[in-house]
């Protein structure tokens, strides 16, 4: 089991950047691969960047890639989003998610979510 917990969400303006975190708990966390995804009003919940278990492989969404960075530190039990160049459109909630295998585009093969943290961007 393990209990992911977001941070670092709020309110920026169009161009700025914000970092979230997602906190694991437990001592297993170098085990899972890593993601995250967002949801915006009225809008099915997409996927942003996954990251693998020992953070070398890393994949984008084309709409975040070059603006978003994800990392991870095992030793903290964090997972981390760099959003740089902020725009409207990345206006959502956004969650972290943890699969025991290797890293994925899609929310089904997820095992554990986060409540989330919104991020909103002002134009």
């Known amino acids: 089991q393990v209990q992911l917990v977001e941070s670092g969400g709020g309110l920026v303006q169009y161009g700025g950047s914000v970092r979230l975190s997602c906190a694991a708990s437990?001592?297993?966390?170098?085990?899972?691969?890593m993601g995250w995804f967002r949801q915006a009003p009225g809008k099915e919940r997409e996927f942003v960047a996954t990251i693998s278990r020992s953070g070398s492989n890393r994949n984008y969404a084309d709409s975040v890639k070059g603006r978003f960075t994800i990392s991870r530190d095992n030793a903290k039990n964090t997972v981390y989003l760099q959003m740089n160049s902020l725009k409207p459109e990345d206006t959502a909630v956004y969650y972290c998610a943890a699969r025991s295998y290797g890293s994925s585009r899609y929310k089904e093969e997820y095992d554990y979510w986060g409540q989330g943290t919104q991020v909103t961007v002002s134009s």
């Open positions: 437990g001592h297993t966390f170098g085990s899972y691969a």
